[in-house]
């Protein structure tokens, strides 16, 4: 596969994507890392790449990548001085698996090359979420109902922040209390929200001007918030409350999943609540359980020692 045959496998994949209906920041990650990948091939092989998309070829690349500084693929100039993280490698990791099984699927391959490949674990740690402490913190500051309304429906709903952004008025019910939301690749599901939440809501919608779109949280000049404009108005909170701790949409979507896992509930039902279609996902929550059963594990075997009651043995 040479030089300009793989120019043009990844603009043929460029477009098949774009035909999918892939949104145009995956597929540019997707062709930043094709054109990363076959930079790395040019060093390796001095301009010959008859080894591209071969089961050699990738394990040499991932294997690599585990040990180089990392650069960006769409800039060609160095970033910071620290290893590329695990999460990063299954990244590339996803981008060239569907290069392949499109290679395979559009009979350029006789199979993926990527089903041969192992690629790191991703390592097992609790997600860090936005304490009930600093939750109440937030809510106490708040001056503006729209804003009061946003963080209640992040904690109830565990949604992302695309899809509080896109919400309309139409698809919020707050009788039922339920809300249609659109998650990625546009896949459409209900969220449940509480009665907390709802009447926050209405309160916003009391003093929403009807001239404001038909966005449910808009910006001031009634268009589409944007990631930065509601990371700005949750910063703005976190410095008036003066919370010390990092406060974003993702981890408000780590504390609804906490909640719901402590408070016993199921991984299956919460898989579906938070739009994960692979239930090994959302299985990373259960370890919110776990470090609770340890807590307590912890305590009962001091109070056993402490009562000199016998613990083992």
Request: contains cysteine.
């Amino acid at each position: 596969m040479q030089k300009k045959q793989f120019e043009n496998l990844i603009a043929e994949f460029e477009v098949a994507c774009r035909a999918a209906g892939l949104k145009e920041k995956t597929i540019s990650w997707y062709t930043g890392v094709l054109h990363h990948y076959q930079t790395f091939e040019l060093q390796q092989n001095q301009d010959d790449e008859s080894g591209m998309c071969t089961v050699p070829s990738l394990r040499r690349y991932f294997a690599a990548l585990q040990t180089q500084k990392p650069y960006s693929h769409h800039t060609g100039r160095p970033t910071e001085e620290r290893s590329i993280t695990v999460e990063t490698i299954l990244a590339y990791g996803r981008a060239l698996k569907r290069f392949c099984n499109w290679l395979a699927e559009e009979d350029y391959l006789e199979s993926s090359p990527m089903a041969r490949i192992r690629l790191p674990r991703r390592p097992r740690h609790i997600p860090r979420d936005v304490s009930r402490n600093d939750i109440n913190a937030l809510l106490d500051v708040v001056d503006y109902s729209r804003d009061k309304a946003i963080v209640l429906f992040f904690v109830s709903t565990g949604v992302r922040s695309s899809e509080l952004r896109n919400l309309r008025l139409a698809d919020v019910d707050l009788e039922q209390r339920i809300a249609l939301v659109r998650g990625k690749g546009d896949k459409e599901r209900f969220v449940i929200f509480d009665s907390q939440t709802a009447s926050a809501i209405e309160d916003w919608l009391e003093e929403r001007p009807e001239t404001k779109g038909d966005y449910l949280f808009p910006t001031f000049r009634g268009g589409q918030l944007t990631e930065s404009g509601l990371r700005q108005i949750i910063r703005r909170l976190r410095e008036k409350a003066e919370i010390t701790n990092p406060v974003s949409p993702h981890r408000f979507r780590h504390a609804f999943a906490k909640n719901w896992m402590m408070q016993g509930g199921d991984e299956f039902s919460l898989a579906k609540l938070m739009g994960h279609e692979d239930i090994s996902t959302t299985r990373i929550y259960s370890q919110f359980r776990l470090a609770e059963l340890r807590e307590k594990y912890d305590k009962i075997q001091t109070l056993a020692k402490n009562n000199k009651s016998a613990w083992i043995g």
